[in-house]
Each structure stands twice: as C-alpha cells, then as structure tokens.
C-alpha cells in the first residue's frame, strides 16, 4: 500500500549513512524533499541552490521532463530482462550512441552500475586484455596519490586517497602509485591549467625502471582530479604520460566519472585535453544521476583482442545482474537527448569565464590560500584551523546550506560543480552566498 513518508522520518537510526557524520547529522538532519531545475527543496521548504550538481552527477539539472518519462514509460514496457546472453533494444541503443559521442577510438561499451563498478571493469579488462594477448606478465596496476577511484577493492587500491584506504587491509598487491600533481608553491590562482607539473609525469619512467615496464598492465588517473578537491592536470603532464605509456606498451585509464558528460564544456576530458587513453571509465552524468549507471568506454583494439576463440564461448568473464537495465538504458537515452536538444555542454563551455571570473572574485576573502577551475567547476582551499582540519570548510558548508547553497567539502577545500543548465544570474547568486559565508567564516 502506499503511504506518505513524513518529511523529516521520526527514526533516523537505522540508516547507516555514506561517507557522512552520522552522529553530528541525525542530531541536526538536512533533508531535502524535492527539486526542480537548479533548486532543492528542503523539508522547511526552503529553496537551495545546487551548487555541485548532487554529487557531480545531475549535469542536466533536475526533474527533466525527458529524463523522468523515460523511466515511467520504461517500468510499464520492460522492466526488466537478463542481462547475460540475452538483450533488449534500449541498451544496445545506449552503447551506440555513446560510442557517436565519444573520442574516435572507442567504439565499445561495457556497462555496470556506478563509477566504482566502472573501475573495476576497466582494471579487469586491462589485466585480461594483456593475458588474451599472451603478455600475462603485465599485472601492475599504477594509480596516483591523491586519486578517487571509488570505493571498492580495486579503486582503493589504486586511489591515494588515505582515509579511504588505511583502514581497509592490504588491498591489491602489485600496485604503486605516481605522485600528485597539487604544486601550490608554484601554481596557486591558476585559472585553467598550472603551468608547473608536467615533469611529474616522468615518474612512471621510474616506476618502469623499478618494475619493468613488461610487468605494468596499466596507469589509472582522473584527467582532472575531482574529489581530492579539483587538481587540475598541469599542461604537458597528460601528454608525457601517454607518451610513456605507449612506449611501454602501458594502457592509459582515464577515469573520467566526473569529467565525462560535459563537465569541462566537452563531452569528456579526452577531446578537452586532446589525449587520447585505451580505456574511459564513466558513471554519474550518464543518466543524470537519477538511476544508477556507469559505463567503460573501450577502443576496438582493446574489444577485438578479446574476440578470438570458439564463437559459442564467453570473451570475458565479467558483468552484473544489472549491466545495461532497461530503466538505466531508458535514462541514459533520455539524459544523452536533453544535453544535445539544450545544448548544456556548449552552455558549460560558454558561460567558463564568466565562471571563472566569478569564482576568482573570491580571492582575498579570509583564510582562502587558493582557487583553481576549469570548465564549470571550481575549488577553494581554506587554510586549516590549527588542530582542527576539515572544520573550517565544513563550518561554511553548513552555512551555506542555510542560507540556500549546496557545496561540497573535501578536507578544507570547497569543491563546486553546478548543473550545465546553470545561467549568469544563478552563478551571481552562488558566488554572493559563497562570498558572503566566506567574509564571516571563523
Ligand atoms: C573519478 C571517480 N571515479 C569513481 C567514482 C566512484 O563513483 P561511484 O560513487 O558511482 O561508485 C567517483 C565518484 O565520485 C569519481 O569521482
């Protein structure tokens, strides 16, 4: 039977939230209870401003009139159907038109659930690929410090992201890590890429040497590392690591879950920096974050290494119950169609100056030591409170979530990344809240 759920739930113990201070929320609860457009609803029916496209992922905004009826004409057509050797229209749909948007070389799609699963996916496609080849030696796995990979044995595994992996054992063995790239002596207020940093990349070269490269399957790096708190590749870095790579016949993982669908003014990162990896991993703006979904873009050399043997044989060993659902497929059509038909990466890509601008205004406010953007997204590094870090940015996130601005915090650094259909107005009045919290922040 269906029932109304209060607003604000009378029990919150049993929801054991993610990556969340459970104790210091359930006290204090921030519910919202709808959206539309640009704007939460919370349960006092308060308009917020949303400032980092939920969690990166709502590039198209909220309540899409497309994105909805697909799902609802979906759920009544086919819900759902096998998704092991078996099909349904909606998925093999999805893949083409992915591989329409994507950079030249890929034209297959693998798909999972989340951005997690879609590091997992790739890691394994890397490591097989190598095997079907005859090259079974190359089993290294090389992420970098400060990496977001999700959160599953894999991507913590290479990820650098320390609370995220020292409680969590011993992880995968065989991985190293390349340095990160956050050079603020050198490349504080850059706008757009740092000049300083490409040498980095050179790392690899020693990790070759250390290891072998004939022993290295693959590199994992977010083009543009998102959750660590918006590290911007320095210029040259993602060209010298490709070039390392290629020589020794190294694949180049771009874990693009945040850059992919728009996020820099381009479809992904690849055609925004112009370098081209073996495998892409996506997630997030795939359905507009409103059904789960991810996907592993894969070049035809990569898929076709993989298609030899007995017709009647399975190529690769991997996939979940709910690889390409018919809802998520529905959705993902639907979320491709509404960023074409609004053109919201070509509006990401025209108001980033005007973002840009906006977002630099800041600097001078107290205890703010850096800003970096790119496209429509934008970081701000607060210094810490001495002996207390992380309380800062969360103090402003708070207060900013009251006065009708939703941001995100990773350590002391305000991360943004608003919905592409974001307008001038609306980027005035993010930048006014932000500005006006940071002024009277502790
Ligand atoms: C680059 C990157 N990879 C992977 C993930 C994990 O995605 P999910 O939370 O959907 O598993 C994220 C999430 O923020 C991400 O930013």
Redesign the pocket.
Known sequence: MAYDTPKVPNDLSAFWMPFTSNRQFKKNPRMFVSADGMYYKTSEGRDVLDGTAG??CCNAGHNRPLITEAIAKQASELDYAPAFQMGHPKAFELASALRDMAPEPFEHVFFTN????S?ETALKIALAYHRVRGEGTRTRLIGRERG????NFG?ISVGGIVNNRKFFGSLLTGVDHLPHTHLPDENAYTRGQPEHGAYLAEDLERIVALHGGENIAAVIV?PMA??TGVLMPPKGYLQKLREICTKHGILLIF?E??TGFGRLGSSFAADHFGVMPDLI?T??GLTNGVIPM?AVLATAEIHDAFMNGPEEAIELFHGYTYSGNPIASAAGLATLQTYREDGLFENAAALADYWEDGLHSLKGLPHVIDIRNMGLIGAIELSPIDGAPTKRAFDAFLQCYEKGLLIRTTGDIIALSPPLMINKAQIDELFGILGGVLKGLK
């Open positions: 969690l990166w989340s951005g997690s699963e590091v977001y990979h999700g959160v991507g977010e998102g959750s874990d879950v945040i991993t997630a997030k991810g």
